[in-house]
């Protein structure tokens, strides 16, 4: 048990439509992260959060956004979805500082058809 | 450039053999963090270990070690007498210690571990 929740655990979506996935981080937690695992591969970094604004982002394009809220909740949206967003999306939660561990929820299934 | 290489893709053995889940890392900073992670079916990557880069001790966790080597760039794990429970994906991950803990990740290597 991590403390970190996401929903939904699984979707559908059709191409071209919007999707937002949420994910409840630990109290105390300021620091959140966005991955996207294709089947069969590793986790790419997707973009963090710290105190509620971006701190970092990886190789993907300005349809793929997030929000931190102060209640340690956070948000993950995609617009205009494409097949190849197909993927489980993991958030990460963790206290920024030296010594500590990232905790990552169960993620969300995404499937575009 | 970051990279992390996990060469094997899926291992298969028996219970209560020896396996050992190789990883190779590249980065260019002298201070960086190595993880690795378990990830059962359910999804969850569940947190095995971090390391950091000016600790090249081994460890030992139960059943459970680790060899950090700086002069090969290797980080592996190695699981004493495997169970079935052990059967999962391990991902070995590297983060810098600038980058705040954003994780760059090995394929992963598929452990089955057969009865």
């Known amino acids: 048990e991590t403390g970190v929740t996401q929903s939904p655990t699984h979707l559908i979506k059709t191409r071209g439509q919007q999707v937002t996935l949420r994910c409840s981080s630990q109290?105390?937690?300021?620091?959140v992260s966005w991955y996207q695992q294709a089947l069969g591969q590793g986790p790419q970094f997707i973009f963090q959060?710290?105190?509620?604004?971006?701190?970092g982002r990886g190789n993907f394009p300005p349809r793929f956004s997030g929000l931190q809220f102060p209640n340690y909740s956070s948000e993950l949206n995609v617009n205009a979805l494409e097949l190849d967003d197909s993927a489980l999306y993991l958030c990460?939660?963790?206290?920024?500082?030296?010594?500590?561990?990232?905790?990552f929820g169960e993620g969300s299934w995404l499937t575009v058809v | 450039a970051q990279k992390v290489t996990q060469a094997q893709t899926e291992i298969s053995v028996v219970e209560k053999e020896d396996v050992t889940l190789d990883c190779v890392y590249e980065?260019?900073?002298?201070?960086?963090?190595l993880f690795w992670y378990k990830q059962p079916p359910s999804g969850e990557l569940v947190f095995l270990i971090r390391?950091?880069?000016?600790d090249e001790q081994n460890e030992i966790s139960g059943r459970y070690s680790w060899n950090f080597q700086k002069s090969t760039s290797s980080f592996n794990f190695t699981i004493t007498a495997s169970q079935v429970v052990d059967s999962a994906v391990y991902f070995c991950?590297?983060?810098?210690?600038?980058?705040?803990?954003?994780?760059?990740w090995g394929a992963g290597t598929k452990l089955i571990i057969k009865p």
């Open positions: 990460a939660s963790y206290i920024r500082g030296s010594g500590n561990t990232i905790y």
């Open positions: 109290s105390g937690h300021n620091t």
């Open positions: 959060y710290y105190r509620e604004e971006e701190n």
């Open positions: 980065t260019r900073d002298t201070t960086y963090y």
């Open positions: 390391r950091n880069s000016f």
């Open positions: 991950a590297l983060s810098e210690a600038e980058s705040n803990y954003q994780l760059i």
